[in-house]
């Protein structure tokens, strides 16, 4: 079974960065799609950003040109670079994955959750 864990969260001032880390471990598919979720207090979970087994990425549009996801297959890890960082930004931060498919998993798709990470942008 496929185990991903969530790092690199933090208090950072609005206009900093971050950079959060998915590791997989256990069985893992040179087919994937792995995204990026997050949830702040109150609100609905939403896709951030995912990355796919062809090296294609996607954004949500409250993200484009701040956030940059990358992978690196010899580690088993995505990344998720965080730029311009907003008070809004501020939530738990998950990775899901959907391994077998080059397609990204929706919320509805993904049974078991990890513990995330939290990320609090605030001065």
């Known amino acids: 079974q496929v185990q991903l864990v969530e790092s690199g969260g933090g208090l950072v001032q609005p206009g900093g960065s971050l950079r959060l880390s998915c590791a997989a471990s256990g069985f893992t598919s040179d087919y994937y799609g792995i995204n990026w979720f997050r949830q702040a207090p109150g609100k609905e979970r939403e896709g951030v950003s995912c990355i796919r087994s062809d090296g294609s990425t996607s954004y949500a549009d409250s993200v484009k040109g701040r956030f940059t996801i990358s992978r690196d297959n010899a580690k088993n890890t995505v990344y998720l670079q965080m730029n311009s960082l907003k008070p809004e930004d501020t939530a738990v931060y998950y990775c899901?994955?959907?391994?077998?498919?080059?397609?990204?998993?929706?919320?509805?798709?993904?049974?078991?959750w990890g513990q995330g990470t939290q990320v609090t942008v605030s001065s």
């Open positions: 899901a994955a959907r391994w077998g498919t080059r397609i990204c998993p929706t919320k509805y798709d993904i049974k078991s």
